[in-house]
């Protein structure tokens, strides 16, 4: 079954911290990966996207993905109260018309 | 860049009405546009796909007949909730891609309440 998975949280981190967000995803198709973060009562906002192996570096965002093992994440660097929020990881196959797959999100709490 | 807008942004209908809610793409051509539901604390769930000019494609357990879905215009799409029942109440999200980009970019959503 292709999911994605992501661990519910919450993620407690201190400001200033680094917060680590992980998502695994089951389709070895899958091509194109994204992070989304949605505030409580809004709608989601694209943060980062990647589609090889590594690192990708976006201010104080880093995600980072391995194929090979199948798994996607994001780095907040110096995290923020503000940063506060559910972060959505997303995945689209190859080919096709790209839909999209979520996960069911990871709630993070940045506390000062 | 990439902004698409909702309207309304909020509503509240009686039991038995239908409910439109328009998507706009306002700077870009949309060749693709998404319809989800949120209830509370919960994911979002993918209802259908869109494309220009042709029917929408429905995900399983979601009535098409129930919500209509135009893609009239690369830059428009409604969603039209018909005979609405008090479960239908939720956020409704759309989003719009142009492909060939992968990304794809989220409308601010419309809360519906139906009384």
């Known amino acids: 079954q292709k999911e994605v998975e992501q661990n519910s949280g919450p993620l407690s981190v201190p400001e200033g911290a680094i917060a680590s967000l992980n998502c695994t995803y089951s389709?070895?198709?899958?091509?194109?990966f994204f992070w989304y973060r949605q505030y409580s009562g809004k709608s989601p906002e694209l943060i980062m996207s990647?589609?090889?192996?590594g690192d990708k570096e976006d201010g104080r965002f880093t995600a980072q993905l391995n194929k090979a093992s199948q798994y996607v994440s994001l780095l907040i660097r110096d995290s923020q109260p503000s940063d506060s929020a559910t972060y959505l990881c997303?995945?689209?196959?190859?080919?096709?018309?790209?839909?999209?797959?979520f996960g069911r999100g990871t709630s993070l709490i940045v506390h000062p | 860049g990439a902004v698409v807008s909702q309207h309304p942004s909020r509503v509240i209908c009686k039991s038995g009405t239908s409910v439109k809610i328009e998507c706009r793409s306002l700077?870009?051509?949309?060749?693709?546009m998404f319809w989800y539901r949120q209830f509370p604390k919960q994911s979002l769930m993918l209802m259908a796909t869109?494309?220009?000019?042709?029917?929408?494609?429905?995900e399983q357990g979601v009535e098409k007949d129930k919500f209509l879905i135009n893609h009239a215009s690369l830059t428009l799409s409604t969603l039209t909730v018909t005979s609405a029942h008090p479960e239908d109440s939720s956020f409704y999200i759309c989003?719009?891609?142009?492909?060939?980009?992968?990304?794809?970019?989220f409308g601010p959503g419309t809360r519906l309440t139906v009384t």
């Open positions: 997303a995945w689209t196959r190859a080919g096709g018309s790209y839909i999209p797959t």
């Open positions: 389709d070895r198709g899958s091509q194109s």
């Open positions: 990647i589609y090889s192996n």
């Open positions: 700077d870009f051509q949309a060749t693709t």
């Open positions: 869109s494309n220009e000019g042709s029917k929408a494609t429905y």
């Open positions: 989003s719009a891609r142009a492909e060939p980009v992968r990304e794809q970019y």
